[in-house]
C-alpha cells in the first residue's frame, strides 16, 4: 500500500501541469467566478457537509474521513496561499493589488482553511498511528492540492493527452495505496488501568 502511494504520488507530481504566471487581483477575480472553479467548490462543499455530518452526528472516527476533510480543507488553503502570494509578488513588483478586496478574502479563507485542517490532522494523530496517518495525509494532501490548483487555475488547458492520462493513473494508484493502507484499520481506544483504592491491599475501611 505505502509503494503505490508514493508511486502515485510521483506521478501525480511529475505529470501535473507546471505553469509559471503572473497572479494579479483581476486574474483571481475571474478564476473565482468561472464554471469549473464554481461546479469544483459546490462539489467540495457538499462532500465536507456530508463528512462533518458523519463525523459529527455520527460519530464516525474512521481515519479516512478525518483526512479527507483535511485535504478537503488543504485544497482551499493551497488556492488561497497561491493567491496571496501572487499577489503580494505582484504589489512588490510595483504593480499594486492590496487594494482589492478579493487579496483580502483570499487571507482570511487562508488562515482559516488552516486553522481547521490542523484541528482535523491533530484529532486523527490522536486516534491513529502516525504510520498511518502520514502516508495517508500525505497522498490526500497532495491530490487535492494538485486538483485544486489544476482546476482554479485552469492549469490543464493546454496539457498534453499523455500528461493527463499519467496524473489520473497516478490519483488511482494512490487512492489504490490508502484503500491498503487504511483498510481493516480500527480506532483506537486507550485505557488507563487502574485499581480502586477500597481495593488496595492491607486497607481496611470501617463505617464511623
Known sequence: GGTLAITGTYLLVTF?????????????????????????????????????????????????????????????????????????????????????????????????????????????????????????NYVFFTTSAILAGIIFYQEFREAAILNIFMFLFGCLLSFLGVFLIARNQEKQTFQEPYINFGEIPGKFYGLY
Open 16 to 136: 501535473a501541469p507546471n505553469v509559471s504566471q503572473d497572479i494579479t487581483a483581476e486574474k483571481v477575480e475571474r478564476y473565482v467566478v468561472s464554471w469549473q472553479f464554481l461546479m469544483y467548490l459546490l462539489l467540495e462543499v457538499i462532500v465536507f457537509c456530508v463528512l462533518l455530518y458523519v463525523y459529527k452526528r455520527k460519530g464516525v472516527n474512521h481515519i479516512v474521513v478525518l483526512l479527507l476533510l483535511v485535504a478537503l480543507l488543504a485544497s482551499v488553503a493551497v488556492i488561497s496561499v497561491k493567491a496571496v502570494a501572487g499577489m503580494i509578488a505582484m504589489t512588490l513588483k510595483g504593480d499594486m493589488q492590496l487594494t482589492y478586496a478579493i487579496f483580502y478574502a483570499m487571507a482570511v479563507a487562508m488562515i482559516a482553511s488552516c486553522i481547521f485542517q490542523v484541528k482535523f490532522l491533530n484529532q486523527a494523530m490522536q486516534l491513529y498511528n502516525a504510520t498511518e496517518v502520514v502516508p495517508i
